[in-house]
C-alpha cells in the first residue's frame, strides 16, 4: 500500500502518477531496445512515447 507523503500532494494527482508509472513500467517490461520519453504538460504526464530499434541479423 503506497502511503501519502506528507508534503501535501493532491490525492488526485498521487493517482495520475501511480497511474502513468504504471504505463511506463509496461512500456519498459515490453521494450528490448530502444528508449522512452516522457512529455510533461502544465505539471502532468501527458503522453509517453516508445521508440523501438529491431535489431536485425546479417546474412
Do not use: C, F
Not at 501535501?8 to 528490448?32: M, Q, T, Y
Not at 510533461?40 to 529491431?54: A, G, L, N, P, Y
Amino acid at each position: 500500500m503506497n502511503a501519502v507523503p506528507s508534503s501535501g500532494i493532491r490525492p488526485d494527482k498521487l493517482k495520475h502518477v501511480e497511474e502513468s508509472l504504471a504505463n511506463i513500467r509496461e512500456a519498459l517490461l515490453s521494450l528490448r531496445y530502444g528508449s522512452i520519453a516522457i512529455t510533461i504538460h502544465e505539471d502532468r504526464i501527458v503522453q509517453i512515447d516508445v521508440t523501438e530499434k529491431k535489431r536485425l541479423k546479417p546474412n
